[in-house]
Structure formats: C-alpha cells, structure tokens
C-alpha cells in the first residue's frame, strides 16, 4: 500500500492556527476531495475535531487518538490508538493508497515511511501559525510534477499543486 501525505502548506511550512487552515483555496479543496474520495485518510483527533467532529463522506475515516474510547462512535470513522494501528486498518480497506492528512504530529510521525507527499504550496508566508508541516528532505523526495496556479477572485493568495515521490531506495 502506498503511504502518502496530503497537505496544504505555506511558504514557511505553516498548517494551521487555532486548529484551523489559515486560508480559502476551493480548487485545493477539490483536489483533495478527488485524490481521496473512496480511500482511506488517516488523521490526528485534533485534525478530526477541526472538520467537527464529523467524517468526510465518501472515505475511510482512521482517527488516531491517544484515548480512541472517547471518539464519538459512528459510520465511516476508525478509531487507531497508534499511527501503526492506523496503518493496519487503512492496509485491512484493500486500497491502494492511504492518505494522512493531518496535523503537524501525525506529519511528523509518517513523513519517515511516506511514499508520496501531495503539498498544495501556498505562496505566501503565516509566522504566526502554531501547527507546521516538517521540512522536506529533499535527498529523499524529488518533485515530479508542479503546476502553478495563480490568485483569483476565489482564491485570495497564488499556490502551485506539488507531487513529490521518494527517491527509489531512499531511506531515512
């Protein structure tokens, strides 16, 4: 199964703040509702709690929390205890691909086994954001592709989509 990260970062690597994006980008939001739709997305409790607390349609939703007890018990949501359960269920859906998306925890727990990242790069900078997503090293994923998308009247700052693949035999 493919191990593949999902994510929206500005040019200082900013997430989020007060468990929210920091911007509007509809054609972001469509990409990633294609790329995932019908597959498994693994998240943080935070990440979770962040879309309220509701699954997104259409998808396997793995949410990892330290006390999986506590999430509220219904259709379509997986609760793991550990980013290794998480793994283990999204394996058990018989998807090609698995998606983790989110938060900056989580990033950083699977950036170390992660096939593909698909990075939306804000073109714009956020210092006071709390929630970042790890740097990329760039000795073990190269871009494959980039397409970049300038502002509009729907979309407040410019970005470019990004398709990084890990070098074949790169290993932390």
């Known amino acids: 199964m493919i191990i593949s990260l999902v994510v929206a970062a500005s040019e200082n690597n900013a997430i989020g703040l007060d468990n929210a994006l920091l911007w509007k980008l509809p054609n972001d939001m469509k990409f990633f509702k294609n790329l995932t739709w019908a597959m498994p997305i693994i998240m943080g409790r935070k990440t ?23 999430l509220p018990s219904m259709e379509n949501v997986w609760p793991a ?7 283990a269920l999204a394996q058990s859906s018989d998807c090609r691909e698995a998606f983790v998306i989110g938060g900056g925890d989580i990033y950083k727990q699977c950036t170390a086994m992660a ?13 006071d954001a709390d929630t970042f997503f790890p740097l990329i090293d760039e000795a ?3 871009i494959e592709n980039a397409v970049e998308m300038p502002a509009d009247e729907k979309h407040a700052q410019s970005y470019r989509f990004e398709t990084w693949q890990r070098v074949d035999n790169a290993t932390p």
């Open 48 to 70: 979770f709690e962040s879309m309220g607390s509701k699954p997104l349609p259409g998808r396997f939703n793995i949410v990892i929390s330290r006390n999986p007890d506590a």
């Open 140 to 142: 073990l994923f190269r």
């Open 81 to 87: 205890n550990s980013l290794e359960q998480a793994l």
């Open 115 to 127: 096939d593909r990242i698909y990075m939306t790069r804000v073109h714009a900078s956020y210092p």
